[in-house]
């Protein structure tokens, strides 16, 4: 009977010392885990102060450049030509001076009445001034020939005849040699100015032209 009651204690103890053993086991893992350094799951704030310092810095160091930079390097016009400023009497009698037509897109149509191309390309200037208002766009079509040829009375019944409604001026004042030299002289020759007095990048428009050029033109000014 004792030996039996021995055995049984034994078994007992040793599921007891068991258990306690399982029991430190976790536990050291649980010391073991504490003890670890920590995995940052995201940035900390010395990382993010960091970028945001470098990025305010380039912000800081491009503004002091561009306040450094010559004025003439930010101004659009730099390489643009200046229109020869002029003023002429229309068919109507109406006088017409580039100047005061600051702030509109202007477009000057060099022509003669007895030119092949002129009449095709009054229907194409037709076009735009449906196209635009009259407060961005104004047509002036210059009679090169002279006066005493193309005449008031003749420019009246070419404007008739071909249902101009835009301005029609002789050019007394010697604006296509203001505006056009060299060689290639001639009409049709469409000039464009911009609404601060300046010609447009792509003029002069020397012969035949479409609408759709013209409005290209136009629209890179107003836009």
Known sequence: MTKKKKKKESWKEKRRRAAIKHQKALEAERLRREREPKKSKGWSKSKIFGITFMFLLIIGIYGAWQYTQSPSNNNPNINKQKAPLF????????????????????????FDTQCTYCIPEISELSKIYEQYSSDDVVIISIDVYPPNIDTIEVLNQFRQD????????????????????????????????DQEGFISPHSPFIGLESSSTFSDEIDSLLW
Do not use: C, M, R
């Open 87 to 110: 003023t002429l009497t229309d068919i109507d009698g109406n006088v017409v001076k580039l100047e005061n037509l600051t702030g509109k897109v202007v477009i000057l149509n060099f």
């Open 162 to 193: 071909h249902q101009i409604s835009w301005i029609i001026a002789q050019d007394t004042a010697g604006v296509f040699d203001a505006y056009i030299t060299g060689p290639q002289k001639g009409t049709p020759t469409t000039v464009i100015v």
